[in-house]
């Protein structure tokens, strides 16, 4: 046997010659177009196995650190989650009632019918697919992903009631009074020359979560818009539609619009009838007394600024890119208070967002809670 015995000392110099064989070996076989990219070919079972494998693996080790949050229940996270998931995930992955098309059918890999899939993994796994999606797959990532993790945990959240979903109640949490089909998150509008009114299917896709009046749904989900200042609900679309503020549930829907469309929804919305937010819970009075003050006087300790003098209620004529905040719902304004107090630039905005961003900076859970449940205890009013 001692004939058959090669001596070879791997030395960095033969180590290097190999690896650099093995590379230019691997450069010739893509140069030469042997390898067959046609999806028409699918993958080998060993490959398809494989790459699951390493899929499922990296998720469940990445998401590792991930907590999860204790109110996924919550209905409004989930109606909006829903909203959302028509617009922006059932064009490939098909939802309740609407199968996915045969186009999808033909990816490699498909996107899968997510109802049998969602058991497979844990709520954070979801959340971690959701936010960062999955590279080589078409699996894209959450549209402003660091930002807006709230916004991917109401799509988890979503997700984790889909299996044994029937197609009414898909259509009922994501379409409300609207057809199914009002939810044009991946086709573009032509710039059409604009009369006063926003086109019909655009409307209808706006309302499936904030309604035609602008009222919102009955749970919540959603700010209520109606009767809001012309002028801010355009710097708004336009703010989302740029990426200025960060949300992909609303990029989604206000992207493809080109503006003379936006400045008709604006118009639509601000001509409505100033009502409350539909479906909002009351708040508690104690913290509605704490929160007037800070309204209106703010906190000179903290630096805070007295609320009113931009936002009201006065009679005083406000600027109207500044938003009225009376009758909108708390857990909205509370949302949109934690996102400024972030370090990060969570929540752009309009042109006049970096003073609003200032003020709610340094803002604690009390005061931000309180305020909140001011604003949502008065009856809404039209800026004045
Ligand atoms: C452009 C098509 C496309 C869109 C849009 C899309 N996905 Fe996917 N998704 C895929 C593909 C393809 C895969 C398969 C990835 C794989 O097998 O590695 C996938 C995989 C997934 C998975 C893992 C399924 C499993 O167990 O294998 C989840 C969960 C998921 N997507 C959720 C969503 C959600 C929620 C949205 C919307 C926010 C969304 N996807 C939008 C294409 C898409
Ligand atoms: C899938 C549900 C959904 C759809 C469809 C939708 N919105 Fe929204 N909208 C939301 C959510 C959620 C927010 C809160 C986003 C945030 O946190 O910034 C929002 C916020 C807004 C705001 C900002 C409100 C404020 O007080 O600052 C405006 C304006 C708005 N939407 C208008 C529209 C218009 C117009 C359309 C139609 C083009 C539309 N939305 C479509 C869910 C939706
Ligand atoms: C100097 C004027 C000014 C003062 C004072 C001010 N704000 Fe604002 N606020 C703004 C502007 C401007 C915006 C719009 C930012 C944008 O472009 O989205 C805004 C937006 C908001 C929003 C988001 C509304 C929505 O519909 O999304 C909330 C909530 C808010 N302010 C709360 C407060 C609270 C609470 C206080 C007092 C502690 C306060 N603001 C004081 C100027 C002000």
Not at 111 to 130: N, Q, S
Not at 186 to 213: I, S
Not at 258 to 278: D, N, S
Not at 309 to 329: D, E, F, I, T, V
Request: hydrophobic share 45%; net charge neutral.
């Amino acid at each position: 046997m001692k004939g058959w015995r090669v001596d070879f000392l791997v030395t960095p110099l033969r180590a290097g010659l190999a690896a650099a064989a093995v590379a230019a070996g691997v450069l010739a076989f893509g140069w030469s177009g042997l390898f067959n990219v046609a999806a028409t070919s699918g993958h080998w079972p060993i490959t398809d196995w494989f790459l699951h494998y390493v899929m499922i693996n990296s998720v469940k080790t990445r998401s590792l650190a991930i907590e999860t949050p204790g109110d996924l229940d919550d209905p409004a996270l989930i109606a909006r989650g829903a909203g959302h998931f028509a617009a922006g995930c059932a064009g490939c992955h098909g939802a309740p009632g609407r199968p996915r098309s045969p186009v999808i059918r033909e990816m490699v890999p498909t996107a899968p019918d997510l109802g049998p899939k969602v058991p497979t993994w844990e709520p954070k796994h979801l959340f971690w697919i959701v936010k960062n999606g999955v590279k080589y797959a078409g699996m894209p990532a959450w549209v402003s992903a660091e930002e807006r993790e709230d916004e991917a945990w109401a799509v988890t959240a979503f997700l984790l009631k889909l299996p044994g979903m029937d197609a009414d109640s898909y259509r009922s949490l994501a379409f409300g009074a609207e057809q199914d089909g009002a939810a044009n998150g991946f086709t573009a509008v032509k710039p059409e020359p604009q009369g006063a009114a926003p086109r019909e299917d655009v409307l209808a896709d706006c309302a499936r979560c904030h309604g035609r009046d602008g009222a919102g749904r009955d749970n919540a989900a959603f700010p209520v818009i109606a009767g809001q200042n012309e002028a801010y609900l355009f710097d708004a679309l336009k703010a989302y539609a740029d990426g200025r503020r960060h949300s992909g549930i609303m990029a989604t829907a206000a992207a493809r619009l080109p503006e003379p469309e936006l400045r008709a929804l604006a118009a639509h919305y601000a001509a409505q009838p100033p009502v409350a937010a539909k479906g909002a819970p009351p708040v508690e009075a104690a913290l509605v007394a704490a929160g007037e003050r800070i309204a209106r006087e703010g906190d000179r300790g903290a630096g805070t600024p007295a609320c009113a003098s931009c936002h009201g209620p006065s009679p005083m004529a406000r600027n109207p890119a500044y938003p009225s905040l009376a009758g909108q719902h708390a857990a909205y304004l509370e949302s949109q208070l934690r996102l400024w107090e972030k370090e990060h630039d969570s929540r752009g905005g309009g042109p006049f967002a970096g003073v609003m961003r200032k003020i709610a900076f340094g803002m604690t859970e009390e005061q931000i809670k309180a305020v909140s449940a001011y604003y949502a205890s008065l009856p809404r009013e039209r800026t004045p």
